[in-house]
């Protein structure tokens, strides 16, 4: 149990151009989720928790408008990396964990390259 | 600055061998603390996680120990097996429940040698 997807696997993208990456609890109801974003050879960086049902909670330095995330379902949580630039190129990550459990679990990721 | 610090950032280990891996934390709020691994493009895996109410915490290969004075965790892999060659993060949060943020700390990267 606890299996949390994600897709796309990867993208690339044109720059300006919008992406959309999913976030799917499979099997439990995740009232939040946790987006990251890893650079190569850094940590996870937590951008945003997603709440079902109301708006994001962003961290510090990351721009809410420019990365959209709706959390319309129990299920699911969409990440929109709005007018991407090179510099948006990362792999994002997203979590979830089962109410009652104390661990997250993590989707395989989405690697975005946009040129 | 950073509250989860990993200050190894490698390991090297024969096959068959302990492998020993450390954490440190500042925030005395955390208490409860995750270690998770994580191979190149992929999402990390949950390998083990400890309260703060143990020191100790042991499955299969993989134990962690908990020193709350010292604010520092540890986890054994033994016998350690190629492939447990990965990256490994420590996270902690301050309290239970998943819809608590975790704090990463910046990875170690261990490779056992065959």
């Known amino acids: 149990g606890a299996v949390v997807s994600q897709h796309p696997s990867w993208v690339i993208c044109k720059s300006g151009t919008s992406v959309k990456i999913e976030c799917r609890s499979l099997?439990?109801?995740?009232?939040?989720m946790f987006w990251y974003r890893q650079f190569p050879k850094q940590s996870l960086m937590l951008m945003a928790t997603s709440n079902e049902g109301s708006k994001a909670t962003y961290e510090q330095g990351v721009e809410k408008d420019k990365f959209l995330i709706n959390h319309a379902s129990l299920t699911l949580s969409t990440l929109t990396v709005t007018s991407a630039h090179p510099e948006d190129s990362s792999f994002y990550i997203c979590?979830?964990?089962?109410?009652?459990?104390?661990?997250?679990?993590f989707g395989p990721g989405t690697r975005l390259t946009v040129l | 600055d950073q509250q989860v610090k990993q200050n190894s950032p490698s390991l090297s280990v024969q096959e068959g061998r302990i492998s020993i891996l450390n954490c440190d934390y500042t925030?005395?709020?955390?208490?409860?603390f995750l270690w998770y691994k994580k191979y190149p493009a992929e999402g990390p895996t949950f390998l083990i996680s400890?309260?703060?109410?143990?020191d100790k915490n042991e499955d299969g290969r993989f134990t962690v120990f908990l020193n709350k004075s010292a604010k520092h965790l540890s986890l054994h892999i033994v016998p350690s097996q190629p492939g447990d060659s990965a990256v490994y993060f420590c996270a902690a949060t301050p309290r239970t429940g998943a819809n608590s943020k975790l704090t990463f700390g910046k990875g170690i990267t261990l490779s056992v040698r065959p």
């Open positions: 979590s979830a964990g089962p109410s009652g459990r104390h661990e997250q679990f």
């Open positions: 400890i309260s703060s109410i143990k």
């Open positions: 099997d439990f109801q995740a009232t939040t």
């Open positions: 925030n005395s709020m955390f208490d409860y």
